[in-house]
């Protein structure tokens, strides 16, 4: 029996342990399927996951926050009433036998569970346009049921995450120490990139400290590959991957959801010349979007879109690249250059944003104007 069977039979199941097999493709945490021989999930299995504390070097606060989340959330949905009737389904966190809500193994490895959403899965890359509207839905969903949760109630458990600014300080941090890679075009585009930017980079930051932007609470990590799609229905019904709900801006969540689902390509395609920002399915995902959020954007939100975007996609390759440069030590990779690579796609996607900034702002506008008026 292997170590990771044993750590799930920890966890309080009335059945016995069917298979454990790996689950996903995240590039943090080591994530597991749990599946068991009764039907006492609806799934008759549930989510294991083993977290990285490099990264998240206080897992109880994640915990915490996502017990805080999903008793609003279930708050929410059983008073709802006559409101929303599709289905909407969060992942609870599942106790382990002794009562606690993780555990820890002897190697201090940190490990825990959730439940996992019935009849519904996700897609690495976005399918077509009914896909795009569905997850720019089910990210208006989700901000708009946290909307009344003051971010005061949750834990930062990512210090300084999808701050730009701080990740140019690391990006020079690391070229301080002269990082042993190889010169290369690829590289060079990657500086020029950074290089460029640089000074338009703190424009979401600089918005907030103006008081233009709110701290409200956010997804933080809502890619397509997040975004659970009923298998019935075709409909989003929840969106996974808690780890970073927190304190922040929700221009993060807008920009980082459409940087990943407006790329049909994925994170790692063979031919990077190819990547592009499809602005049909930016619309798409918007109008989704603001069938649910028209409630709580407010004018300013609709006015930092684009560059909510644009900043994104540019933070994603900044923050591969930097870890490029320093030895690969936050993203898993399956190969040396995997995180070089990475970072040129999200900056060709970047180019591509900026190359159709026009279309994407009007289309912006247009469903401002649609929401607010003149
Ligand atoms: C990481 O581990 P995963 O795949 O859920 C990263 C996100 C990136 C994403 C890119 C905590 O998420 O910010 O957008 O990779 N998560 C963290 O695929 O850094
Ligand atoms: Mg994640």
Redo the contacts with the bound molecule.
């Keep these: 029996m292997n170590k990771v069977w044993r750590v799930a039979e920890q966890f309080a199941l009335p059945g016995e342990i069917l298979a454990v097999e790996p689950h996903g493709?995240?590039?943090?945490?080591d994530t597991y399927l749990v599946t068991t021989d009764q039907q006492f999930q609806p799934a008759g299995g549930f989510i294991l996951q083993r977290i990285n504390t490099h990264?998240?070097q206080s897992p109880k606060l994640i915990v915490a926050n996502m017990r805080t989340l999903t008793e609003h959330i279930q708050g929410k949905l059983e008073h709802e009433g006559n409101g929303p009737t599709r289905r909407w389904a969060v992942p609870s966190i599942l106790p382990i036998q002794q009562g606690d809500d993780f555990i820890v193994d002897p190697q201090g490895d940190f490990w825990r569970a959730t439940s996992f959403i019935d009849r519904a899965h996700s897609y690495g890359t976005v399918q077509n346009e009914a896909h795009a509207r569905e997850a720019g839905y089910a990210l208006g969903r989700f901000q708009s049921l946290l909307s009344d949760l003051d971010p005061e109630n949750l834990h930062d458990t990512?210090a300084g995450?999808h701050i730009t600014p701080l990740y140019l300080l690391k990006y020079d941090q690391v070229m301080r120490r002269k990082p042993h890679v190889k010169d290369s075009p690829d590289v060079r585009y990657c500086h020029r990139m950074i290089a460029e930017r640089r000074q338009w980079a703190s424009v979401l930051e600089d918005a907030k400290d103006q008081g233009a932007l709110q701290v409200r609470t956010m997804h933080?990590?809502p890619?397509i590959?997040?975004i659970m799609i009923c298998e019935d229905s075709g409909q989003a019904v929840g969106i996974v991957?808690l780890?970073?709900v927190k304190p922040g801006l929700v221009q993060y969540d807008i920009g980082?959801c459409l940087r990943?689902s407006c790329n049909p390509l994925g994170?790692s395609p063979s031919n990077w010349d190819d990547v592009c920002f499809e602005t049909g399915l930016a619309r798409a995902i918007l109008e989704g979007y603001v069938t649910v959020a028209g409630d709580f954007l407010t004018r300013n939100d609709f006015a930092y879109i684009y560059d909510s975007i644009r900043l994104m996609t540019f933070e994603?390759g900044l923050?591969f690249f930097s870890d490029y440069l320093a030895g690969n030590i936050?993203?898993k990779i399956k190969y040396p250059e995997h995180n070089l690579e990475r970072a040129i796609v999200q900056f060709k996607l970047t180019e591509s944003i900026e190359a159709q900034e026009r279309t994407i702002r009007s289309i912006i506008a247009e469903l401002d104007l649609r929401l607010n008026g003149t």
Aim: net charge negative.
């Design positions: 493709d995240g590039n943090i945490n990264v998240f990512l995450f933080g990590d890619k590959d997040n991957d780890d970073t980082d990943s994170e994603l923050r936050y993203y």
